[in-house]
């Protein structure tokens, strides 16, 4: 297929465009660099550097049969304070990103959805059938995106599949994660091994947990990047699915700890700090709808996603 990647600068878009090109793909990346790097881009792929409001200027070359949408704003707390960010880059950007699909009848996308439409749920496992209540504006940006999809779908027949990830980690191919600032996990704590922090800050130790630490389900990129080729073949005209991607497992945030003090051979000391804004205390997946449509599991375990991710860290340095 012919594909536009938005997003295809970020972590996971281009990890995602490397697999599309070693599956026979080509692609086309639209990025605006607002949190990705030209230098992300896989060899192999056109990049044009656009905002996803300009997507009609390259979709109307004519040609494509597909996007994959990774664009978005993603951080949890910045959406907090500054809610507005995310209504117009999130759900209008995306709005005019369909928009432009139609025009140009591509009729057919896979969208970067995420656990944090769920909210605090209570579920455990969690599954496309708990309700989302999000409670911050990044996982209501993402809801209001996966509505719009379902109406596009059951008015003018495109073809969608919103992929909820959980906590995504781990590199593949030379490609990894670089926020600035970084928020995520399993990041932090390699940059302590690393020598760039002094220690990481934990956020929480009195969570309704075994060890007192919030607990995730943490997923490998590549893994991921498996489910979206797969749903790239699935979408079906006229439908929109919701798939929840995670491995089922749940670690805490101390586990993730220790387990990174293996690999890395590093003590990474500890700061601890009270619980951070908007965090739910457990989120794990359960991802039995796609293994049983698609055949998608994930394969990686916990140790691989951060031996993965310090490999590529080092590689950065
Ligand atoms: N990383 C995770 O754990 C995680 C979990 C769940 C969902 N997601 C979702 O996956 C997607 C990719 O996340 P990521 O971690 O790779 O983030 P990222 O910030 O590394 O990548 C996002 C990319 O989109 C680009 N972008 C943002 N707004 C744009 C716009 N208006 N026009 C053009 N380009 C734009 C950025 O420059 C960046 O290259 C996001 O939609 C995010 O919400 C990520
Ligand atoms: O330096 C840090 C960073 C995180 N944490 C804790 O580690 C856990 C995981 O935090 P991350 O920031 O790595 O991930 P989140 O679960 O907050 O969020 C991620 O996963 C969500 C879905 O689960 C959303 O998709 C969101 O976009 C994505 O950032 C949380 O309890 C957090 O408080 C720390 O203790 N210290």
Do not use: C
């Not at 300009?54 to 993603?74: I, W």
């Not at 769920?118 to 059938?129: F, Q, R």
């Not at 091994?193 to 607990?215: E, H, K, N, R, W």
């Amino acid at each position: 297929m012919k594909v536009l990647v938005t997003g295809g600068a970020g972590y996971i878009g281009s990890v995602v465009t490397t697999q599309l090109l070693e599956a026979g793909h080509t692609v086309t990346v639209l990025d605006n660099l607002t949190t990705g790097v030209a230098a992300a881009v896989p060899e192999g792929a056109r990049f044009v550097q656009a905002d996803i409001k300009q997507a009609g200027g390259v979709l109307g070359e004519g040609g494509y049969d597909a996007v994959m949408h990774f664009a978005a704003k993603s951080q949890v707390g910045e959406s907090m304070t500054r809610p507005e960010l995310y209504w117009d880059n999130n759900v209008a950007g995306t709005l005019a990103l369909l928009e432009a699909m139609r025009a140009a009848e591509v009729r057919r996308i896979v969208f970067s959805s995420t656990a944090a439409t769920y909210g605090v749920t209570g579920d455990e496992p969690i599954t496309e059938d708990t309700p989302t209540v999000p409670i911050n504006p990044y996982g209501q940006s993402k809801v209001a995106v996966d509505y719009a999809l379902q109406g596009e779908a059951a008015a003018h027949g495109l073809a969608a599949i919103s992929l909820r990830y959980f906590n995504v980690g781990g590199s593949y191919a030379g490609f990894g994660e670089r926020h600035d600032p970084e928020t995520h996990l399993i990041p932090n704590v390699l940059r302590v091994a690393a020598g760039l922090a002094p220690s990481v800050t934990l956020y929480g130790t009195d969570y309704p947990t075994p060890d007192g630490t919030a607990i995730r389900d943490y997923l490998h990129v590549a893994d991921l990047a498996e489910a979206h080729l797969l749903a790239l073949a699935a979408a079906a005209p006229g439908t929109h699915r919701i798939y929840n991607l995670g491995s089922g497992t749940g670690y805490s945030v101390n586990e993730v700890i220790t387990t990174a003090r293996q690999v890395t051979g590093h003590s990474i000391p500890v700061t601890t700090l009270p619980r951070r804004a908007g965090d739910p205390p457990v989120l794990v997946a359960s991802s039995a709808r796609i293994t049983a449509d698609l055949g998608w599991k994930a394969h990686r375990p916990l140790p691989e996603i951060i031996d993965d991710a310090w490999t590529f860290l080092q590689s950065a340095l």
